[in-house]
């Protein structure tokens, strides 16, 4: 049997892939929450941790710890083509697998005992996506400032909350905004989320 976890902040999305999974009958399944505490010392280890991408969290964020330093490295992220930060941040974080959510159901499954046998399972669809995750413009300042500004930080609290001068946190914002090729500071941050760096 292969034990394995599924992670997922919503609940009716939680409960349908514990019962996708559940159709192998060489699965055992369970779930939790992103924030929930680590397993029980009684609980059997579990061999593979099926993950959804935006329960990974990104610099700047409470418990930015890579998801595989809290839970294991045999990893199988759930994510889209129209996300490469989170194809890029589950990559490097260590995670075997990362699933096309568009992909058929069976796929899934597939990545589930490719993993737990420790060998990478990559969806083709999602190749040129982490490619381009690797190519996000901004520096970790900039994305610091993006990040504090898309949280309503005013310029006089992101600069001391990183301990710059006002003048310099709108240099960080000019040249962010100029690297996404957004229009303003909101431009900047809806095109940062969208692609999943933040």
Known sequence: MVRTVVV???????????QLLRSDAALEVSSMSPGA???DRDMSPTDVWVVDGDCL??????HDAPFPTRRGDRLVVLTTAKRPG???RAFDGG?????DKNAPADRLITAVHTVAKGERFLDQTLTVALLEGAEMPLTTRELSVLSLASQGA????????????RGTVRNYMATAIR??????RVDA??????????
């Open 154 to 165: 005013p310029m006089a609290e992101i600069a001391a909350r990183l301990h710059l001068s």
């Open 179 to 184: 690297k996404v090729g957004a229009r303003n």
């Open 86 to 88: 989170i194809l890029r």
């Open 57 to 62: 969290r990104g610099p700047g964020q409470a």
């Open 95 to 99: 995670a075997l697998g990362l699933v």
């Open 8 to 18: 997922h902040d919503e609940e009716l999305l939680r409960s349908a892939l514990v």
């Open 37 to 39: 505490g680590p397993p």
């Open 189 to 198: 941050i809806r095109i940062v989320q969208s692609a999943g760096w933040t």
